[in-house]
T-cell receptor, first 109, second 113 residues
Framework: GQSLEQPSEVTAVEGAIVQINCTYQ??????LSWYQQHDGGAPTFLSYNALDGLEETGRFSSFLSRSDSYGYLLLQELQMKDSASYFC??????????FGKGTRLSVIA | GAGVSQSPRYKVTKRGQDVALRCDPI?????LYWYRQALGQGPEFLTY????????KSGLPNDRFSAERPEGSISTLTIQRTEQRDSAMYRC???????????FGSGTQLSVL
C-alpha cells in the first residue's frame, strides 16, 4: 500500500516563506504531486516532480529526493489567498493516486 | 466539456434509498477517478477507470457501492441502501492518462437523513 505523512497545520506570516514537508512509502514510486484546496473548493493541481531536485512555478517550488522518500512544497512571498489545504500525492505504476491527509496553511498578517 | 461536470451538486436522501451520482469528465480524458472527502480530510480514493475498464475498486467501502463507465466517458457512482455514514462530498476527477494531473469537478454533497 501507500502511506504519506505531512504536518496537519502550518501558520506563517504574510510575505514570508513556508515549507510543507511530505514523506512517503510506496512501492513502484515514480512521482510526487501537490494539490491546493481552498475551503469549499475542489483540489487543484500545483506541481509534479518525477526526478530529484527542485521544480519552480512562480512563487511555488516543489522538491523531491527519491533516496530519502521525501519531498516538500515551498511557498514564497506568502499572500493571504494562499491560506488553504495542501496535499501531497504519491504516484506509482500499480496503484491509483492516493492523497495524503493534507496540511492546513494559515497565513496571518 | 471545458471542465469536469458532476451532478447533482447536492443530494439529500432518506436512509435506505439508492442514489446515483454522475460525472462527465473532460473530453478525451482516459482516466476517471472517484474520491470521497469528509470535512477537514483529504480525498479518499474509491475507484478509477481507464476508458471503460475499472482498474481498481479497492477503495469502495462495501458492496453497496458500485461504479461504471460503460462507454469510456460519463461515469456513474451508485450507492444502494444508503446509510447516514455515507454522507460526504463525492468528487470525480479525470486525467489525460493514468497518474497524470487530475482535474476535479465541483463534487456532489450527499446527505443521508
Amino acid at each position: 500500500g501507500q502511506s504519506l505523512e505531512q504536518p496537519s497545520e502550518v501558520t506563517a506570516v504574510e510575505g514570508a516563506i513556508v515549507q510543507i514537508n511530505c514523506t512517503y512509502q510506496t512501492s513502484g514510486f515514480y512521482g510526487l504531486s501537490w494539490y491546493q484546496q481552498h475551503d469549499g473548493g475542489a483540489p487543484t493541481f500545483l506541481s509534479y516532480n518525477a526526478l530529484d531536485g527542485l521544480e519552480e512555478t512562480g512563487r511555488f517550488s516543489s522538491f523531491l529526493s527519491r533516496s530519502d522518500s521525501y519531498g516538500y512544497l515551498l511557498l514564497q512571498e506568502l499572500q493571504m489567498k494562499d491560506s488553504a489545504s495542501y496535499f501531497c500525492v504519491a504516484g506509482s505504476g500499480n496503484t491509483p493516486l492516493v492523497f495524503g491527509k493534507g496540511t492546513r496553511l494559515s497565513v496571518i498578517a | 466539456g471545458a471542465g469536469v461536470s458532476q451532478s447533482p451538486r447536492y443530494k439529500v436522501t432518506k436512509r435506505g434509498q439508492d442514489v446515483a451520482l454522475r460525472c462527465d469528465p473532460i473530453s478525451g480524458h482516459v482516466s476517471l477517478y472517484w474520491y470521497r472527502q469528509a470535512l477537514g480530510q483529504g480525498p479518499e480514493f474509491l475507484t478509477y477507470f481507464n476508458y471503460e475498464a475499472q482498474q481498481d475498486k479497492s477503495g469502495l467501502p462495501n458492496d453497496r457501492f458500485s461504479a461504471e463507465r460503460p462507454e469510456g466517458s460519463i461515469s456513474t457512482l451508485t450507492i444502494q441502501r444508503t446509510e447516514q455514514r455515507d454522507s460526504a462530498m463525492y468528487r470525480c476527477a479525470s486525467s489525460r492518462d493514468s497518474n497524470e494531473k487530475l482535474f476535479f469537478g465541483s463534487g456532489t454533497q450527499l446527505s443521508v437523513l
